[in-house]
């Protein structure tokens, strides 16, 4: 087989791929869609479950009135300070677990246990502690955040190659060029991994905290229509934060795989 028609294979495996990709999401959400308006009209009524016809007429009031950019901006900003504090302490706490025994042992425990607490319970927390105001939903995100981020750190780092590290020093490579041109390398993919998983968290957590005590946000929005009995406009914010939120997550997938391609050919070699 020649290499023109290798490249054309190829390229018709990606479009199918492609194409069948495409079809189960429109498929899926097609079947979401018809559930969704035959619960709302048969089994229950528009008043309890509003059909999606009532809450997208709901959403493009609000997209109209630009106030959702303004709210979405205040929850995304507070989800990404929360995640800098949990980076500024997840990543050394990380590097200490992964390079030491004796800090293993001392902050396992603490880590593991701080990544287990319900989300709802830092939410109370930092109504309790902070009251209503903008520090609670900060600390909330980067608390539930950063046992994802040490973990992940200290996983990179223990499956860094010794032998890569010996041979190192045997070159007269100093630390700091061994920790760039090695250390760096293995446990970005780590904290990579551990961002994804800990933002998928974060950002329920934040919509929760501003629930229960946030002057903005659009869990400040989905409280005040809940006290309105605006179940149109609760279900209206709650998709619309969803979706732009899982476009978020897809392009930080896009460029997990664009940043770490080499590791996909390592795999294959």
Known sequence: MTQAATL?????????????????LVLGWAVFLGLWAFTSSVILDQFTLPGPVKVGQEIWEIAKTGAFIDDFQAS?????????????????????????????????????????IPGIVYALMALVIFGIGFLGPVLAVGLISMPFIALGVAEGLEGVDDDLLRMST????????????????????????????AFAIAWKVEALTEVFGSSNGVGFQIRFAFQAFSITRVIAWTLMFIVLLLGI?????????????????????
Not at 8 to 24: H, I, K, P
Not at 180 to 196: E, H, K, T, W
């Open 249 to 269: 997550e897809r392009l930080l997938a896009v460029l997990e795989r664009r940043l770490f391609r080499w590791r996909t050919w390592e795999q294959t070699t």
């Open 170 to 197: 045997a070159y007269g490579r100093t630390e700091r060029r061994t920790f760039q041109d090695i250390m760096v390398p293995s446990i970005l993919p780590y904290i990579f991994a551990g961002v994804r998983l």
């Open 76 to 116: 995304i900003s507070k989800t990404f300070m929360g995640f800098g504090i949990a980076v500024l302490i997840g990543v050394p706490v990380g590097y200490l677990m992964g390079r030491s025994k004796y800090w293993k042992a001392f902050f396992h425990d603490g880590v593991v246990g701080a990544g287990s």
């Open 8 to 24: 054309d294979e190829t390229s018709r495996r990606f479009a199918g791929a492609r194409l069948r990709r495409t079809s189960g």
